[in-house]
């Protein structure tokens, strides 16, 4: 069974640009969260999506934003990118409210230069 | 808000050698997850304890939930090197958004 899927691996974005990184949940998962993992700030929760809608959200100003597609994979858009943004974004899925768990992908790394 | 506090947030133990691993929080929950992270790699689930009382076990590593004390602890038996890692407590706050500890940083060392 694959796992949760992320891409790019790496990215590098110039300040007050815009970033968008993709996530593929597991199979069968409809529910995706993103979390924000920065050094120094360690890890919080950005966002969860389920059935293609915003279900919650974490303490981040709105120009973090993202979507989830009839597919449930999701999207996580970063705009007006500021230096403090650099950090690893994780996404994960849960095939319920947690009871088995939630599995994270490898990551997407985002450095602002 | 809900606060997680790990501690120690860094540990140096000999192979062989036992060790708690201590994670409290601050507020009602009964879902408690424990996650192992090594450098640069993503989160691997290790434990889910859903109820007060659970305790899990997966070879090395035994993890307990008590939710009237709100501590969950993750026990080292006989370390060894392939432990090293950081490990992470999370806590399910509701609404499916996980507050996690600050890590705790293990050095197994032979």
Known sequence: ?113 | ELKVEQNPLFLSMQEGKNYTIYCNYSTTSDRLYWYRQDPGKSLESLFVLLSNGAVKQEGRLMASLDTKARLSTLHITAAVHDLSATYFCAVDTGRRALTFGSGTRLQVQP
């Open chain 1, 1 to 113: 069974e694959a796992g949760v899927t992320q891409s790019p691996t790496h990215l590098i974005k110039t300040r007050g640009q815009q970033a968008t990184l993709r996530c593929s949940p597991i199979s069968g998962h409809t529910s995706v969260y993103w979390y924000q993992q920065a050094l120094g700030l360690g890890l919080q929760f950005l966002l969860w999506y389920d059935e293609g809608e915003e279900r919650n959200r974490g303490n981040f100003p709105p120009r973090f934003s993202g979507r989830q597609f009839p597919n449930y994979s999701s999207e996580l858009n970063v705009n007006a990118l500021e230096l403090e943004d650099s950090a690893l974004y994780l996404c994960a899925s849960s095939l319920d409210q947690g009871s088995y768990g939630y599995t994270f992908g490898s990551g997407t790394r985002l450095t602002v230069v």
